[in-house]
């Protein structure tokens, strides 16, 4: 496997700066909600630079609304979201821009582009953005689609393709950006079972290899316990426990965790 | 019924010219359709109230009175205004006009219709606004509405002759002129009759081979 590339270790090492800080992500007293339901109350929380942290909890708890928060995706009501010590929430169109620039985000229904090619589905930003040139970004792009195990479907489309291939073009896509903080949101839930395994492998490799700070929502627990320096607990809007892998799934305090869990593995 | 292929071939330099006037119109008519169309479409999705109400108000406007009657504003109203453009410039232009506000819905439809996804994956790449709709959501969109905006096409051709009332020497026009010099009306709109057929009929066979070509 050729995880451990050059391009990876240098995407790596942007977050070893930042690891200086040891805290990267910070949500103070965030409120949001969608109409009269309250996604998350009064959220506190921090993620520190390199973390793995994995949020798990029933669904409608507010963990997706994270990620999506963090993305720029949907607002908060109220309180205030910090990336690398710059204010994300309440911002500036511009300052909000710029953060961004350090995150990176994977979806559950990997949102490809159907227009575009897989190397420009992966070269497109690198070059509007970052103004990397063409053969840089597309240099970058076969690299990384080569650890993606996709070296073969630069010309392809994303529907000629299967989910778990689709999926790693979108992995390989977020990881071109070079981001400090990559985003995983259910990146295996629309996928055949068969081929769950190696999007995880590759996501496990990347956790490996870097030192990119991973908030990834997941109801694969195996996979959870494998990669999480951290596990969040979820449950209305908050965060009700939280810890290591060993003590989440080995021994969870709050009783709401062990329903949880016994319920899912 | 009396027959006369004389007539027919008599007709047929007449129906040259009128032929080249009405394909004229229907393609530089298509052209403004499909352009003014997606500026209104994009218009009308601004934020900006200032912008997107009158847009609103306005094509709602164009979009239900009828083409007749715009066409005669356009013809005789402007010139008082000290707007003076030749018969056919004005045909293509409230063709053009009209049909633009039936595109605009067609060009709306194909943008809601590409997935949320799609804008939440430009944004997590952060790419600019513009880029978004240039290289992400407007292709996808008009793929989507080929198919529509070929319709409209149609809808235009069977249109044209109106043009005919303000002096435009389409196939109509020169049929009816040819009409009323040798009193013969059986022939000449016998001809362009089946001309309209043809021409519908070829649009729509490139219409399907673009769709095909297109939609992946």
Known sequence: ?265 | MNWDWNAVVDFLPHFRDGLIVTLQALALGSVVSFALGLVWALLVRTPTRWVSWPVGVFTEFVRNTPLLVQLFFLFYVLPEWGLTFSALTTGVFAIGLHYSTYTMQVYRAGIEAVPAGQWEAATALNLPLRRTWTVVILPQAVRRVVPALGNYVISMLKDTPILMVITVPEMLGEARLYAQETFRFTEPLTVIGVAFIVISYLASVLLRTLERRLVR
């Open chain 1, 1 to 265: 496997m050729s995880a451990d590339t050059p391009l990876l270790k240098e995407a790596g090492s942007r977050a070893d700066r930042a690891a200086d800080r040891a805290e990267l992500i910070r949500f103070e007293n965030v409120t949001k909600r969608f109409g009269s339901n309250t996604v998350l109350d009064r959220l506190d929380f921090s993620v520190d630079a390199g973390k793995h942290v994995t949020l798990i909890g029933p669904s409608g708890s507010g963990k997706t609304t994270i990620l999506r928060l963090l993305m720029t995706l949907t607002k908060p009501d109220e309180g205030t979201i910090t990336v690398g010590g710059q204010r994300l929430f309440p911002a500036s169109d511009k300052q909000c821009r710029e953060v961004r620039k350090n995150i990176g985000m994977v979806f559950q229904q990997f949102n490809l582009f159907p227009n575009m090619k897989v190397l420009r589905n992966i070269t497109e930003a690198p070059v509007t953005v970052l103004g990397l040139s063409k053969d840089e970004a597309e240099a970058r792009a076969r690299e990384l689609l080569d650890m993606v195990g996709l070296a073969d479907k630069c010309d392809s489309y994303p529907t000629q393709l299967s989910g778990g291939q689709q999926q790693r073009v979108a992995i390989a896509r977020a990881l071109a950006m070079r981001p400090q903080v990559l985003l995983l949101d259910e990146v295996t839930s629309a996928l055949d079972p068969e081929l769950v395994a190696g999007v995880l492998d590759l996501l496990r490799d990347i956790a490996r290899t870097t030192d990119i700070t991973m908030l990834c929502v997941t109801h694969e627990m195996n996979f959870a316990r494998d990669i999480s320096d951290q596990v969040l607990m979820f449950d209305s809007g908050q965060v009700i426990e939280s810890g290591s892998p060993e003590k989440i799934f080995g021994e969870p305090e709050h009783e709401r965790t062990r329903e949880f869990l016994g319920a899912v593995l």
